[in-house]
């Protein structure tokens, strides 16, 4: 019948369903297509920074065979074995990624210099390591040296 709304019903239920589907489309999408946690399989530097704190160079194995490796560079608190390195820095934030296996790295007080060859896909000036007590932070300053590869 006309003016009886059904059909003003029936239009809304399909622009809602379709809006929901577009939503969810749009977050599976996101999840599948984002780059995801680093997959950390070697520890390739360690230098010490100070008393209490390094410099971590680490392999990230999530290229596979087609994709060469990443480097994640990490200043963070002096840990012990490479499983611990490698346990803590998943989720912590690293100030250089690269694909740079043999970065130069150079520290000077609470700076570092890191001399790169090739590609760098991420890079912080700065960076903040948390103290052993879990309260206390320390500023380091990072510079780079990047060349191209060759």
């Known amino acids: 019948m006309p003016g009886s709304g059904s059909t003003r019903t029936s239009r809304y239920s399909m622009v809602t369903t379709t809006l929901l589907a577009l939503c969810l489309l749009y977050i599976a999408a996101d999840g599948l297509f984002s780059p995801g946690r680093p997959q950390l399989t070697e520890v390739v530097l360690q230098v010490p920074l100070n008393g209490e704190a390094s410099i971590y160079a680490v392999k990230d194995d999530r290229g596979g065979a087609t994709v060469p490796f990443n480097y994640r560079y990490y200043v963070y608190r002096t840990l012990g074995a490479d499983a611990e390195v490698l346990s803590e820095l998943e989720n912590a934030n690293p100030f250089l990624v690269t694909r740079d296996?043999?970065?130069k790295v150079d520290v000077q007080g609470?700076?570092?210099?890191?001399?790169?060859?090739?590609?760098v896909s991420d890079y912080h000036s700065s960076t903040l390591y948390r103290h052993a007590n879990g309260s206390d932070y320390t500023m380091v300053n990072i510079f780079l040296n990047s060349r191209p590869e060759g």
């Not at 609470?110 to 590609?119: K, Y």
């Open 110 to 119: 609470s700076a570092v210099a890191v001399s790169v060859a090739g590609e």
């Open 101 to 103: 296996a043999a970065a």
